[in-house]
Structures are given as structure tokens and as C-alpha cells.
């Protein structure tokens, strides 16, 4: 079980993050709290293991207190303010959910958080809300490039290749390269959308063109298709109409 802690000023959010932390197995609230003061004294405790944190608060606000507690316990962003998520995503914040926060899009970073604080126990599934494809269409991550970290939509990806030192992100109108590598990039996708399908290759599922033996076609790119992944690859495409 992952503990975890509530802090937001406004009481109908603590609301709605309380009743979504009642329906994942995984997780236990400890408690929800208006006071981020009360909270940071929890944390430096060492009782709480994840912290749903608001960004714009009166007495401290949540970049304040990420900064104080010090890597003391993982954190996941929760605000209404998508500015603060570059902020945030340097002070190496699990995930930020902007509100309004929908329950499939909780779940998902309540599945990275599992998958971060304990890493030997699989995620338990739990009946969620039918994902939209507004939501993925609004969606996006940050990588960061040799200057500077650089905001990517998830639905422009057409598939991720990693070499010795990098990993370059292809989208259609440019060609994105990071040194982050492709174990965190594959955390940090959708397996919904995206999978790995070679060592060297992430793709995203509906941008495949077509497939050919143990090749994918994405527009002119062919990917191959590894003996690892082989069996999962093609019985998640079975499932799908592409």
C-alpha cells in the first residue's frame, strides 16, 4: 500500500481526490489536509510515501514546499496552472494532473507512482472511466534536449528510437533529441497508446501504417519488430482496429 497525503486549499478538491483514492486498491489515504504546514511536518516524518500536492496556495505554495521537503517523498502536481509543470518537472515531481482532474488521467498517475515506489508489485487493475480521445489529444510530456526541456504532444509521436547516447523523438514536423533514456521515456507514455517493440523502438500504435512479418510501416520508416516483443506486439494489435 502506498500512503498518501492530500494538500489543497480548496475543500471540493480534497473532496475529489479523496474519493479517487478510495477506488485504487493500491493506494491509502492517510490524510487531506488545507494546512500544507501540517502536511510538510507529516512528510518530514517519513509516514507518507506520496503527496498530491496543490500548486497556488496562501501559506506555502506547492513549489515552496517540494522545495523544502527536500526529495523526502514523491509528489504529484495538482493544479489548475499548466505553467507550473516545467517547475515542477525539474524538481522531479512524479506527474502533474491539471485540473479538472478526470479519474482515468488519475489512475494513470497513480500507476507511475506505483510503478516508482514499488517496483516489484504489479499494478492491480480497477474498472475506469472509458479513456477519451480528447484527453490524448490534449496530453503531452517533457523531454529534455541539450538547451533547454521541451514540451512534446503525445499525439504528434510517431515513434521513438534509442541510440547509444540519445533518444530521438520523431513527430511529423521535426525530429526531437534527448539524452533521457528509453526506459524512462517508455514509463513515461501511455501503454494504451504507445509500446515498445525493440529494444531501440517505441511506437505509437495508431500511427502504424501497416505490418509486414516483423516489420512496422510508419509512413516511410520501417521498424522491426524484436523476438522479445514479438508475442505481446502482436496480440495487443489483434485487439485493436488499426
Not at 517519513?46 to 505554495?61: A, H, K, N, R
Not at 521537503?69 to 494532473?97: F, R, S
Not at 526541456?149 to 521513438?160: A, C, E, G, P, S
Amino acid at each position: 500500500m502506498i500512503k498518501c497525503l492530500v494538500v489543497d486549499d480548496e475543500p471540493l478538491a480534497l473532496h475529489i481526490l479523496e474519493d479517487y483514492i478510495s477506488k485504487v486498491p493500491f493506494l491509502q489515504l492517510v490524510k487531506a489536509t488545507t494546512n500544507p504546514i501540517e502536511a510538510l511536518t507529516m512528510v518530514q516524518d517519513g509516514s507518507i510515501d506520496l503527496v498530491f500536492l496543490d500548486v497556488q496556495m496562501p501559506e506555502l505554495t506547492g513549489i515552496q514546499f517540494l522545495r523544502i521537503a527536500n526529495g523526502k517523498t514523491k509528489v504529484i502536481l495538482t493544479t489548475a496552472y499548466p505553467q507550473y509543470a516545467l517547475e515542477g518537472y525539474e524538481l522531479d515531481v512524479i506527474d502533474y494532473l491539471l485540473k479538472p482532474i478526470a479519474f482515468d488521467r488519475f489512475y494513470k498517475a497513480a500507476q507511475k507512482a506505483q510503478s516508482i515506489i514499488c517496483p516489484v508489485t504489479k499494478p492491480v487493475p480497477v474498472a475506469a472511466e472509458p479513456v477519451q480521445q480528447d484527453d490524448f489529444m490534449t496530453d503531452f510530456t517533457f523531454v529534455k534536449t541539450e538547451h533547454k526541456i521541451q514540451k512534446v504532444y503525445l499525439h504528434d509521436i510517431l515513434f521513438i528510437e534509442g541510440l547509444k547516447d540519445y533518444v530521438s523523438i520523431f513527430t511529423p514536423g521535426e525530429r526531437i533529441i534527448t539524452l533521457q533514456g528509453m526506459k524512462k521515456m517508455e514509463d513515461a507514455l501511455p501503454d494504451r497508446h504507445f509500446m515498445r517493440v525493440h529494444k531501440s523502438y517505441i511506437v505509437a500504435i495508431n500511427k502504424i501504417d501497416s505490418i509486414e512479418r516483423s516489420r512496422i510501416f510508419i509512413g516511410d520508416k520501417i521498424i522491426p519488430v524484436g523476438d522479445t516483443y514479438r508475442d505481446e506486439f502482436f496480440r495487443i494489435i489483434d485487439g485493436k482496429n488499426i
